[in-house]
């Protein structure tokens, strides 16, 4: 079955900083690549989505992502983190021509002043 | 326009109890999930409609766990004879075609459950 693995539970940043998040999957095939930001008592938002072509997908505020086979990864960076960017991130995968979500365990980011 | 709406946006109900959480998708979608998000299984897929076709199941964690979508619209998961570990957010999405999980899934702001 597929599976998602975010490292980290937790990262902490300076506002200003790099933001990176892991985020590992486990499909022999390559799945479609998906994340989500998640605002306090709020549902999920997409930021950006891998699913064929250019393997740099840029999202929303200022977000991108790079899928890379080799290494089953699809980690999510930012330049330079900005307060609001505090939440909880989740990385998601799904098989292609399947229809539900596999998440990761979540991220939760926080910017530190 | 209007997003994907739930309610109630809090429920907490005694142990035993049944609940029925309501689902409004984006008008159009015919493509609506369940996912249930709670502090120890994460997020997970409950089930999930597509038009008129047979829904899948296959996430729904026990028979006390059922859903509806009247009129291809309008979804009701119903939790019969509710146990504390039913406790979670349930979130509710949907897609405008959902074929495949290539369309964005586009969320609610879930509901709360307790379950005391």
């Known amino acids: 079955a597929q599976s998602v693995t975010q490292l980290g539970s937790h990262v902490s940043v300076s506002e200003g900083a790099l933001v990176l998040l892991r985020c590992n999957y486990s499909?022999?095939?390559?799945?479609?690549l998906f994340w989500y930001v998640q605002y306090p008592n709020q549902g999920l938002q997409l930021l950006l989505k891998?699913?064929?072509?250019?393997?740099l997908v840029k999202g929303i505020n200022g977000f991108e992502a790079e899928f890379k086979k080799s290494e089953t990864s699809f980690h999510l960076t930012k330049p330079s983190a900005h307060m609001s960017d505090a939440a909880e991130y989740f990385c998601?995968?799904?098989?292609?021509?399947?229809?539900?979500?596999?998440f990761g365990q979540g991220t939760r980011l926080t910017i530190n002043p | 326009g209007a997003g994907v709406s739930q309610s109630p946006s809090n429920k907490v109900t005694e142990k035993g109890k049944d609940v029925e959480l309501r689902c409004d998708p984006i008008?159009?979608?015919?493509?609506l999930y369940w996912y249930r998000q709670s502090l120890g299984q994460g997020l997970e897929f409950l089930i999930y409609?597509?038009?008129?076709?047979?829904?899948?199941k296959s996430g729904l964690p026990s028979d006390r766990f059922s859903a509806e979508r009247t009129g291809g619209s309008v979804s009701t998961l119903t939790i019969q004879r509710t146990q504390q570990e039913d406790s979670a957010v349930y979130l509710c999405?949907?897609?405008?075609?959902?074929?495949?999980?290539?369309?964005?899934?586009?969320f609610g702001p879930g509901t709360r459950l307790t379950v005391l």
């Open positions: 999405a949907s897609s405008l075609n959902g074929r495949t999980s290539r369309d964005e899934q586009f």
């Open positions: 499909s022999s095939v390559p799945p479609y």
């Open positions: 998601a995968v799904s098989d292609r021509g399947a229809q539900k979500l596999v």
């Open positions: 008008s159009g979608h015919t493509a």
């Open positions: 891998y699913t064929t072509g250019a393997t």
């Open positions: 409609f597509q038009g008129n076709s047979a829904p899948d």
